[in-house]
């Protein structure tokens, strides 16, 4: 069982950048792929980003790509999203995601990101 916390989330001006955490439970968090995944009012939840057990592989939606960085540190258990040139578009619940198998896939509650015009 992981069970992840997510923070940072706010209300931001355009162009601004906030910094996303989550931070899980448990001493395998190193064998979970991370990702970070929103969910805007009315639309379904789409993938953001995700990074893999080591740190070193990484990909993200075109939407965020050169704006959005993932990053993850293993002695925390920590895994972050870097966000910056934030659009009113990237408004949405951000939720963190653990994922190591079918059986083996955790959400956080999410945390909201609000960036005004």
């Known amino acids: 069982q992981v069970q992840l916390v997510e923070s940072g989330g706010g209300l931001v001006q355009a162009g601004g950048s906030l910094r996303l955490s989550c931070t899980a439970s448990?001493?395998?968090?190193?064998?979970?792929?991370m990702a970070w995944f929103r969910q805007a009012p009315g639309k379904a939840r789409e993938f953001v980003a995700a990074i893999d057990w080591s740190g070193f592989s990484t990909h993200y939606a075109e939407s965020v790509k050169g704006r959005f960085t993932i990053s993850r540190d293993n002695a925390k258990n920590t895994v972050n999203l870097r966000m910056n040139s934030l659009k009113p578009e990237d408004t949405a619940v951000y939720y963190c995601n653990a994922h190591r198998s079918i059986v083996s896939d955790y959400w956080g509650q999410g945390t909201q990101v609000t960036v005004s015009t």
């Open positions: 448990g001493r395998t968090f190193s064998r979970y792929a």
